[in-house]
């Protein structure tokens, strides 16, 4: 396991849930906690990372759910974690998906050295596998806020802002989760990073998966998330040479910490 301890000066930002105002009077609010862990934990199954999180997850619950029983002044902080991996291939199906959008079997998905998951997050069916940034954010949005809209808006805005440091013009599709190439594009418009997450209680688990340098020929072997009439596609596709993993993910890193007004830890 690898720590990236790092820890960021804030720009001025307005949080909303379409458009980020850098212009407008930072906020802190003494009283939410804006310390987040993070940890980068390599190639690891899609297993070990579904339960590593669980842990992470269940253990704020439980401080929230001690904090009900406690007068304020005693009350302890709840946590905020961020994880980053890559995993071996596989497949992960979403809560409102359906099996059918794996276009493998069993066999197949032997002989192609990938697995399959049905997971306790939203969205459909999509793919994950090395050259790919999976960010996992656990989170209590009561340190932040209580929309989950706008949180999927701030995941979001984090992958936007690092694809404009490319040079790569991506958006938002009105009704679709996610981060597109060629958005305003109907017929042409290819997802570059999907997005599926849980909540309970106002905390977050699961979360966000961008293409870098990932192999796109296994997203042939699916409908991805659900949607059959568009394409996906990576940085490295789009820029036509092999891109830095590691430079994404502090970029990706440093604007999620910008957005939510975080300061990361050195340690988990």
Same mark, same amino acid.
């Given at each position: 396991?690898?720590?990236?301890?790092?820890?960021?000066?804030?720009?001025?930002?307005?949080?909303?849930?379409?458009?980020?105002?850098?212009?407008?009077?930072?906020?802190?609010?003494?009283?939410?906690?804006?310390?987040?862990?993070?940890?980068?934990?390599?190639?690891?199954?899609?297993?070990?990372?579904?339960?590593?999180?669980?842990?992470?997850?269940?253990?704020?619950?439980?401080?929230?759910?001690?904090?009900?029983?406690?007068?304020?002044?005693?009350?302890?902080?709840?946590?905020?974690?961020?994880?980053?991996?890559?995993?071996?291939?596989?497949?992960?199906?979403?809560?409102?998906?359906?099996?059918?959008?794996?276009?493998?079997?069993?066999?197949?998905?032997?002989?192609?050295?990938?697995?399959? *998951?049905?997971? +306790?997050?939203?969205? &459909?069916?999509? %793919?994950?596998?090395?050259?790919?940034?999976? /960010?996992? =954010?656990?989170?209590?949005?009561?340190?932040?806020?209580?929309?989950?809209?706008?949180?999927?808006?701030?995941?979001?805005?984090?992958?936007?802002?690092?694809?404009?440091?490319?040079?790569?013009?991506?958006?938002?599709?009105?009704?679709?989760?996610?981060?597109?190439?060629?958005?305003?594009?109907?017929?042409?418009?290819?997802?570059?990073?999907?997005?599926?997450?849980?909540?309970?209680?106002?905390?977050?688990?699961?979360? *966000?998966?961008? +293409?870098?340098?990932? &192999?796109?020929? %296994?997203?042939?072997?699916?409908?991805?998330? /659900?949607? =059959?009439?568009?394409?996906?596609?990576?940085?490295?596709?789009?820029?036509?040479?092999?891109?830095?993993?590691?430079?994404?993910?502090?970029?990706?890193?440093?604007?999620?910490?910008?957005?939510?007004?975080?300061?990361?830890?050195?340690?988990?």
């Amino acid at each position: 396991m690898v720590n990236l301890p790092l820890i960021f000066n804030f720009n001025s930002i307005n949080k909303s849930k379409f458009v980020i105002n850098r212009k407008a009077p930072l906020v802190l609010y003494t009283h939410q906690n804006k310390i987040l862990h993070f940890q980068h934990l390599g190639l690891v199954e899609y297993q070990y990372a579904w339960d590593y999180q669980t842990v992470l997850f269940n253990k704020v619950i439980n401080q929230k759910l001690a904090n009900r029983e406690l007068p304020e002044n005693k009350q302890a902080p709840t946590d905020n974690y961020l994880i980053f991996c890559q995993h071996p291939h596989v497949y992960t199906l979403g809560r409102s998906g359906t099996k059918d959008n794996l276009l493998l079997n069993d066999t197949n998905l032997e002989t192609k050295k990938a697995t399959y *998951f049905e997971t +306790n997050r939203g969205g &459909d069916i999509t %793919y994950h596998g090395p050259g790919q940034l999976v /960010g996992y =954010p656990i989170l209590d949005l009561d340190n932040f806020f209580t929309d989950i809209h706008k949180y999927l808006r701030f995941l979001e805005e984090a992958i936007l802002l690092t694809l404009e440091e490319y040079g790569l013009k991506a958006g938002r599709i009105k009704g679709l989760t996610g981060v597109w190439i060629d958005f305003e594009n109907e017929k042409t418009a290819r997802k570059i990073c999907a997005m599926g997450v849980k909540a309970s209680r106002w905390v977050t688990m699961h979360g *966000f998966a961008l +293409n870098i340098n990932t &192999d796109l020929a %296994y997203f042939n072997n699916i409908i991805p998330c /659900g949607i =059959p009439d568009k394409a996906v596609t990576s940085m490295a596709q789009e820029l036509n040479k092999k891109i830095s993993e590691t430079e994404v993910e502090e970029k990706v890193k440093k604007h999620l910490c910008e957005l939510f007004q975080m300061k990361i830890s050195l340690t988990i």
